[in-house]
T-cell receptor, first 112, second 114 residues
């Protein structure tokens, strides 16, 4: 069974700081997802990665398939980035749809 | 339309009630999912429907009964729930893009069982 580990569990930083959240997984996957959830809110999909790097605005996600590791970076962090960031993996399957296996999440607080 | 909608947003029900959660998408996705999220925990997969057929049931108690009447609609029927079933219930849909299923989440239904 795939395990998805995230670190840190909690992160408090000052506005403007560069933020890195890490994710590692134990077995081969077909895709790695980064999700965002604001307190009391639903889940928003930020990135889906199978290789390399993706960038959207101030957010950057990278994945190293050989090392089974992914990172989410936030540049010029802002208080509105405060949320829980969740790493989730899609396993390889026989071609059918599989649900996601989730990490425990990183609770990020950006202070003004 | 790139949205997954869920109704109701909030639901309070007694342990003897029968209620249903509804999820809808019009993106042509053929896979739909139910997840359960307890407070301060990550979501947990409950059910997966692929082409309107139940493909994954993660050993969910029978008091939760999923239904997929058509490719756009997913229901979760609730009966004789327990207070510990109180949680945020998330629906998602996905399509296959380059061999990978990219998931789109609904806003969730916050369920309280009294």
């Amino acid at each position: 069974k795939n395990e998805v580990e995230q670190s840190p569990q909690n992160l408090t930083a000052q506005e403007g700081e560069f933020i890195t959240i890490n994710c590692s997984y134990s077995v081969g996957i077909s895709a790695l997802h980064w999700l965002q959830q604001h307190p009391g809110g639903g889940i928003v999909s930020l990135f889906m990665l199978s290789s390399g790097k993706k960038k959207h605005g101030r957010l950057i996600a990278t994945i190293n398939i050989q090392e089974k590791h992914s990172s989410l970076h936030i540049t010029a962090s802002h208080p509105r980035d405060s949320a829980v960031y969740i790493c989730a993996a899609t396993m390889y399957s026989g071609g059918g749809a599989d649900g996601l296996t989730f990490g425990k999440g990183t609770h990020l607080i950006i202070q003004p | 339309d790139t949205e997954v909608t869920q109704t109701p947003k909030h639901l309070v029900m007694g342990m003897t009630n029968k209620k249903s959660l509804k999820c809808e998408q019009h993106m042509g996705h053929r896979a739909m999912y139910w997840y359960k999220q307890k407070a301060k925990k990550p979501p947990e997969l409950m059910f997966v429907y692929s082409y309107e057929k139940l493909s994954i049931n993660e050993s969910v108690p029978s008091r939760f009964s999923p239904e997929c009447p058509n490719s756009s609609l997913l229901n979760l029927h609730l009966h004789a729930l327990q207070p510990e079933d109180s949680a945020l219930y998330l629906c998602a849909s996905s399509h296959r893009q380059g061999g990978i299923y990219e998931q789109y989440f609904g806003p969730g239904t916050r369920l309280t069982v009294t």
